[in-house]
């Protein structure tokens, strides 16, 4: 199993939201926020939340589990 | 404490080093030793705050491999030093090789124990170990006050912890005072034996009271990440 997100989509869902943007709203780096959604970083519960909230989603409907192939 | 703080503690440790070789002593340079401990103490003590929970964990794994390189280069130099040289490394060598094990372990026990707990088995422990000294030696004493004292400054600490830490600071800096200057006078100026006695009792109590200073300190900052934060949650 593998934790897929689809934080890239919801970015774009919210106006084109750019990632430095994104990560000044939750305290994160830029860097941060690009690794989460290349999935080489999977964030802590409070983060997950804290991406949920600004970008108007659930934390299950910005991250989910994958089987792997 | 920023990362830039952090570096910046480092970098003076590095000038401060290089201004006493060159002022003082060129021996001052085994200074340097101390710092592959000063890292991991540093980050615990202090993580830096701007760091996100993704950069501390980079840091933290960059920590790991650092310390390996370190010790795949003295691999090397003790292998040298054995069997090319064919004689025993320095001491410096043997510093450099213990100094990070011992840190990270006394670091790994305190993540393991909890700070606050640790300190308050030091606190007993060295309260303990002198009420029974100086009741073996002289009976119940004015003397075995300084024990009863150091065990009720620490039962303080397990509610209190900012007092009973700074109360355990104050009898290690009131003990070193007493102590240190009788050590020097009876021994004749006999530094490894006033080091010892130090480390008997002054230290250990100084470590026990900021040990529960620090604990409380943390336990006031909220829980900033998952990884960062190691404090126990039961």
Avoid at chain 2, 103 to 117: C, D, I, P, S, Y
Avoid at chain 2, 158 to 184: E, K
């Amino acid at each position: 199993m593998s934790v897929g997100n689809r934080v890239r989509l919801h970015r774009f869902l919210r106006g084109e939201l750019n990632q430095a943007e994104l990560a000044a709203r939750v305290g994160v780096s830029r860097q941060t926020i690009v690794a989460i959604e290349k999935g080489n970083y999977n964030p802590s519960v409070e983060l997950a939340l804290r991406l949920a909230r600004e970008l108007g989603a659930t934390v299950e409907e910005l991250f989910s589990l994958e089987e792997m192939p | 404490m920023t990362r830039r703080t952090l570096i910046a503690i480092r970098v003076a440790w590095v000038a401060v080093t290089a201004l006493l070789m060159a002022t003082w002593n060129e021996d001052a340079w085994v200074l340097l030793l101390v710092l592959p401990a000063l890292g991991p103490i540093l980050r615990e003590a202090a993580p830096a705050a701007d760091l996100d929970e993704r950069q501390r964990l980079v840091d933290y794994r960059a920590s790991h491999w650092a310390l390996a390189v370190v010790y795949l280069v003295l691999f090397l130099l003790f292998a040298r030093a054995w069997f090319q040289l064919r004689k025993e490394p320095p001491i410096e060598l043997w510093l450099v090789l213990l100094a990070p094990l011992v840190v990270r372990t006394v670091l790994a026990v305190v993540q393991g124990f909890g700070g606050r707990n640790l300190a308050v088995i030091l606190g007993f422990v060295c309260g303990a170990f002198w009420l029974a000294f100086s009741t073996a030696s002289h009976g119940l004493s004015p003397e075995s006050a300084i024990g009863l004292g150091i065990i009720a400054f620490t039962a303080l600490g397990i509610r209190w912890p900012r007092l009973g830490g700074t109360l355990l600071a104050v009898a290690a800096v009131a003990c070193a005072a007493l102590l240190i200057p009788v050590g020097v006078r009876n021994t004749g100026g006999d530094w490894v034996f006033v080091a010892v006695m130090a480390l008997a009792l002054p230290f250990p109590l100084l470590l026990a009271g900021v040990g529960l200073i620090a604990s409380a300190v943390r336990a006031s900052r909220p829980a900033s990440d998952e990884f960062g934060d190691l404090r126990r949650t039961s």
